[in-house]
C-alpha cells in the first residue's frame, strides 16, 4: 500500500529551531520526526511512500535519505507555492493514484492501530477514514463532529472548561492520519491550494459520499503533536522519561563534569561549560552555554542562527543573550 507523509509546512510555532529545517526534520531522541513517521507507516507495510517538501526541502532530504534506513522507498515531491493538504495530495496525484492510500501528518509520534483503522475504512465502503481520538484534557485541537461512525464536521476549538449544557465526554480530535480512495482526485480542485476538511471532504458529503471515522483507544494507543515549543520539550521528555532518562544527548556534544543539566534536550555540538545549570530547556545545534550560565525552561539556539530574520507571527518572542537567542516558555 502506497503513503503519503504531509512535510511541507512552514513549523511557525517551533521557530527558532525550524529557522534552518522544516518541522519534520527536527530531532527528536536522536531521530528526525519524520522518521518515527516512516518507520510507523513501514510497521504496516506502506513501503512506497511519497513526500512533500516546500519549506527548507533539503532538511528533510537529509533527515530521510532514500528511506531505507526507516525501511521504505521514499519519492519527493517539491511545492514552489504551498497547496495545502488536499493540494499536496493532488500535486502527488501520478504516485498515488490507483490504489487505497494513505496520509499521515509529518508531525506526529503514534502507535495507533492503522489496521484496525484499514479495516474501519473497508467495512463503511468509505471514500476517506479519518482516524480520531479521545481529547480528555480538552487540549487546543479542533474538535471533529460525528454520528453513526461518519464525519458531520468539524467544531470550534475545544476549551479546558465544560459549559453548562456541554458533554462531559472528551471531544474528539483529528490525528492526521487519513486514509482515501483514489476517486477521492475527482474532489480535489487541480492545481490550487485547497485543505480536505473544508475544501474536499464537505463537497463529496454533499454529493452522498461516506467519510468515515475510526475513533481509535485513548488508553493503549499512544498519539504525540509537536507543533509547539512547548509541546517539543514536554513530549520529549515524557518519551525519556519512558527509558528512564532526564537527558537527551546529540553527536559530540560536550558538557563539563561540574555542570548541571537536567531535563533537557541537546541536538548536535552542542558545549556546556563549568558550573552551568540547565533544566528543562532545548539546546539546538552548535550552542554553548558559557560556565556560570543558567537557562531553566527555554529553547536556545545560536544568535548567528536568527540574526537579521523577522520572527513569523505566530512565534515565541526571544531575546539574545551573548552568542545565543534564548526563547522562555511560559505555559
Not at 28 to 38: D, E, F, S
Not at 114 to 130: G, V
Request: proline share 5%; aromatic share 6%.
Amino acid at each position: 500500500m502506497r503513503a503519503m507523509i504531509l512535510s511541507a509546512g512552514y513549523g511557525t510555532r517551533l521557530w527558532p529551531l525550524t529557522e534552518d529545517r522544516t518541522k519534520p526534520a527536527i530531532p527528536i531522541l536522536g531521530k528526525p520526526l519524520v522518521g518515527y513517521v516512516a518507520e510507523y507507516l513501514a510497521g504496516y507495510g506502506c513501503s512506497e511512500i511519497v513526500v512533500n517538501l516546500h519549506h527548507r526541502p533539503d532538511s528533510v532530504r537529509h533527515a530521510l535519505g532514500d528511506g531505507q534506513e526507516f525501511g521504505v522507498n521514499l519519492h519527493y515531491v517539491e511545492e514552489p507555492e504551498i497547496l495545502g493538504t488536499s493540494g499536496a495530495i493532488d500535486n502527488a496525484r501520478a504516485l498515488l493514484d490507483g490504489e487505497t492510500f494513505v496520509v499521515v501528518n509529518g508531525k506526529i509520534i503514534t502507535n495507533i492501530d492503522l489496521q484496525a483503522a484499514l479495516e474501519t475504512h473497508r467495512r463503511r465502503k468509505a471514500l476517506a477514514t479519518l482516524v480520531l481520538m479521545p481529547n480528555p484534557a480538552r487540549e487546543r485541537f479542533t474538535i471533529v463532529l460525528t454520528a453513526d461512525g461518519l464525519l458531520q464536521g468539524f467544531g470550534v476549538m475545544a476549551k479546558k472548561e465544560v459549559l453548562a449544557g456541554e458533554s462531559a465526554e472528551p471531544p474528539l480530535m483529528f490525528t492526521g492520519i487519513q486514509i482515501l480512495e483514489p476517486r477521492i482526485f475527482e474532489f480535489i480542485p487541480r492545481g490550487v491550494f485547497s485543505h480536505t476538511t473544508t475544501d474536499v471532504y464537505p463537497q463529496a458529503m454533499a454529493r452522498g459520499e461516506l467519510i468515515a471515522v475510526h475513533v481509535a483507544d485513548g488508553k493503549n494507543e499512544t498519539w504525540h503533536e509537536l507543533s509547539t515549543l512547548q509541546r517539543y520539550l514536554d513530549i520529549s521528555l515524557q518519551l525519556l522519561s519512558e527509558r528512564n532518562l532526564t537527558i537527551s544527548s546529540g553527536a559530540r556534544c560536550k558538557v563539563s563534569p561540574d555542570a548541571c543539566v537536567n531535563e533537557t534536550v541537546l541536538w548536535d555540538d552542542v558545549t556546556v561549560e563549568s558550573g552551568a545549570r540547565v533544566n528543562r530547556a532545548v539546546l539546538a545545534d552548535g550552542v554553548r552555554i558559557p560556565a556560570g550560565e543558567i537557562v531553566e525552561n527555554a529553547v536556545v539556539v545560536r544568535a548567528s542562527l536568527v540574526a537579521g530574520k523577522v520572527p513569523p507571527a505566530k512565534a515565541l518572542r526571544g531575546a539574545v543573550r551573548g552568542d545565543n537567542f534564548v526563547v522562555p516558555l511560559t505555559e
